[in-house]
DNA sequence: CTGAAAGCGCTAACAG
DNA sequence: CTGTTAGCGCTTTCAG
């Protein structure tokens, strides 16, 4: 009968296993990782000693040798946004099926985490997933080249070297543009995001564009910034209604602050759709769930996540090269903007 | 005039450091992590010479060395829900601060994923903060004698040795069905959830005997199992209701369920508060957005993240002792119990 | 205050 | 198929 299991905090080593199943340690190192052939007595005995012991491979020393760490980093910034957190959902679980586990950061949008969440990375992770908000190439650059492969998500970023995933923003800020024209809009807000953020910016210029082609004049078109939040919506949109109370349509970029601007809108005594028109960007859950539901232009979250992800991985594993990747939206048109009558959802694609 | 700074894929290490500022690896070394005097100059040249050269800390290198890995794991369930959402939020941001990074899993309620995400963690991080959606102690209790500090939030777990962080389910769910009896509720349903889950078992239970203590009798008390989503909430109610048409009050063990629950009522026909009285559990931010607004038991969530992730921390770098916490709940009315008059939303701590 | 050297646990040559 | 051995880069004794 054997000794009991190894307990308590005294770490189990290779060498301990080895010694137990009466092998060298490289043959109890291959006997578990496969790395060369090894008889089958041997790996019996590898593999009962390790289990008996209760031996866990101590992944420092491994990095240390081969280099690999088996990790990305994930840099994101807001998790509590369905949106992203959907996101972070797809790509852990990816990440997990091939054995890497997943460093997040929440940056809370300050320049200051997301550089230092990039500067902690450096050495604990094989590559990063970036959804930036304050895309500055001297915080990226020196990754690159430190070898590290680094895919930009949903906030353009443009670096040689870097990967991207995105969506067609301004294809999508145009189709809402439009949408919003044909169900009646005359005097227009936009709810724009912070300066920092390539998809406000593209949304915001998309939008402006799409009036502009519909012939929509520059003074009936009325501007305010916004947080990426609830909150900033409905700050925003009061803000937006109290200059220019003749608008009747808005465009939010994003469906929180889109959110927010209903409700705030409706405090104020607006009714939705018939004094105002409301159209979101990302189809986040809660869209379709309010009363109204939210007009919205539908990201492919779970395809970006995943081609983000699968292309990091590609590149860390077999060196594969980076590209950029744009996804389209899609109209999903909802109460918000539907004047009259109600009914199903009819989904547009871009 | 220096040659140009090191460049590429070839890392930098402490003998490169040291050798171009002139001095031997371990004053390299205590220069830069300040463990033992230094004299100025050595000090400078060791910094200047690391900042040319681009030298970046070989964390695994330092990790096999002294068998810190400054990394904490964090294992929830749903960060799309926007209550762990929040709290990973605030547990990143305390982690950082210390210096730690947060590698997340995101179990999506398997118990396989947590099983699996628990045993790769284990020599990857120094402590685990565990919302464990299975709780069993044959996955958790290796990691104990191993010497990993846990810390278990939201879902109670048994174990000596671990940490635990919990809200007072049982009295938040007691004063839920008080607060439905005096809403004029007399048949309830309950929407319970998964049976794994303690917060769910404590809050069924709660909630039974708040009803007793007020003497509502067995028979008008119906149940039905639903996941913690708004989709199982929908699912849930329309079994109870189709089941036991003359229920006029329903609590909900999560917010989530309870929002998914209340827009199948209004589907089907029902007024709230007025054919149906909802209350849930949570508080999380979309309560008080949608109309009605949600009656429900607000969770610390701040709090209990803020508690875990010190006491984790302080079981790290301290050896601190695990203790068991629990945080009250409050009852915050709002208009899905308040038939009649609208008006404010009182609280109501317990 | 500084340097030389040991060694953390593992993998991957390099011999058998 | 197996064993011996040389480090990966760092921190930390141990000697000056």
Avoid at 116 to 136: K, Q, Y
Avoid at 206 to 234: K, P, W
Avoid at 248 to 266: R, S, V, W
Avoid at 320 to 347: C, H, I, K, N, Y
Wanted: with cysteine; charged share 20%; proline share 5%.
């Amino acid at each position: 009968m054997p000794p009991p299991a190894q307990q308590g905090h005294v770490p189990v080593t290779l060498k301990d296993v080895a010694a137990r199943a009466g092998v060298s340690i490289s043959t109890a190192s291959n006997a578990l990782t496969g790395s060369r052939a090894v008889s089958a007595v041997s790996v019996e005995r590898v593999l009962s000693a390790a289990a008996e012991l209760g031996y866990q491979k101590n992944e420092a020393a491994r990095t240390l040798r081969t280099g690999l760490r088996n990790a990305i980093g994930l840099v994101v910034p807001d998790v509590t946004n369905p949106f992203w957190g959907g996101m972070v959902s797809t790509i852990d679980r990816i990440a997990a099926e091939s054995g890497f586990h997943v460093a997040l950061t929440n940056t809370e949008f300050t320049p200051q985490r997301e550089t230092a969440a990039l500067a902690r990375l450096v050495s604990r992770v094989d590559g990063i997933l970036l959804f930036s908000t304050h895309p500055t190439g001297s915080a990226v650059r020196p990754l690159l080249d430190l070898g590290i492969p680094v895919v930009a998500c949903d906030e353009a970023f443009e670096l040689d070297g870097l990967g991207g995933v995105y969506s067609d923003n301004e294809a999508g800020a145009r189709a809402a543009a439009s949408h919003l024209v044909d169900a009646g809009g005359s005097v227009f807000g936009i709810l724009e995001g912070p300066a920092t953020l390539t998809t406000a910016q593209q949304r915001a210029r998309g939008f402006r564009q799409g009036l502009q082609e519909r012939g929509v004049l520059t003074t009936d078109i009325h501007a305010a910034t916004a947080e990426y939040s609830f909150e900033g919506g409905r700050q925003g949109i009061r803000r937006l209604l109290a200059e220019n109370p003749a608008i009747d349509a808005i465009f939010a970029c994003t469906d929180n602050q889109a959110i927010g601007g209903i409700f705030e809108a409706m405090d104020m005594g607006r009714t939705i759709p018939d004094d105002l028109l409301v159209c979101g960007f990302d189809d986040i859950s809660w869209s379709s769930r309010i009363a109204p539901s939210l007009t919205t232009l539908r990201q492919d979250a779970e395809g970006m996540a995943t081609r983000a992800a699968d292309m990091l991985l590609e590149m860390i594993t077999v060196g594969g090269e980076p590209s950029v990747q744009v996804f389209p939206v899609e109209l999903v048109a909802r109460d918000s903007t539907r004047r009259g009558a109600g009914g199903e959802s009819p989904v547009t694609s871009l």
